[in-house]
């Protein structure tokens, strides 16, 4: 995806901050499996422990409920997504999916090339996250301007 210069926000970070029962098993997969950069990490009393992982440009999705199982349709067989879901931009959705999947994460969905010309895959990672992983295969703009596709 070609980079574009957003517009200036009050937001200057946008973090999600997961609770994970097995703090070790997801610090492994996601620094180490999927190659998330750690930032910082911190420990406190009574064994309290954080990692903040570095995952590149954050943006918010906004989807409404047809979009959503539109998405599903598309890139799960209608396998419905949880509320809350992860998506990744990666150089190869399949090489990343079979790291991660080699590291302990369930398939929910094989690759596949979607409507809007990416590569997704889906999976159930830890911390009861569905995560999908998907490549680019060409720029905004040219999607933009395809029926359907458009703002």
Same mark, same amino acid.
């Given at each position: ?11 200057? $970070?946008? +973090?999600?901050?997961?609770? *994970? =029962?097995?703090?070790? /098993?997801?610090? !492994?997969?996601? &620094?180490? #499996? @999927? ?31 047809? $979009?959503? +199982?539109?998405?599903?349709? *598309? =890139?799960?067989?209608? /396998?419905?997504? !949880?509320?809350? &879901?992860? #998506? @990744? ?51 905004? #703009? ?10």
């Amino acid at each position: 995806m070609t980079a574009q210069t957003p517009p200036t926000s009050p937001v200057r $970070q946008l +973090r999600l901050v997961v609770e *994970v =029962e097995d703090y070790d /098993e997801a610090l !492994a997969f996601y &620094r180490d #499996a @999927l190659g998330l950069h750690e930032l910082a990490a911190f420990q406190g009393e009574g064994e309290s422990r954080v990692a903040i992982l570095h995952a590149g440009a954050a943006t918010l999705e906004i989807a409404n409920s047809a $979009q959503k +199982r539109m998405i599903d349709a *598309v =890139e799960a067989d209608g /396998e419905p997504s !949880a509320r809350l &879901r992860v #998506a @990744l931009e990666v150089d190869s959705t399949s090489a990343v999916t079979e790291r991660l999947v080699a590291a302990g994460a369930n398939l929910i969905a094989t690759p596949r090339e979607t409507p809007w010309r990416s590569i997704n895959s889906r999976l159930a990672a830890p911390g009861s996250l569905q995560v999908t992983l998907f490549q680019e295969l060409e720029p905004v #703009a040219p999607r933009e301007s395809r029926r359907g596709l458009g703002a």
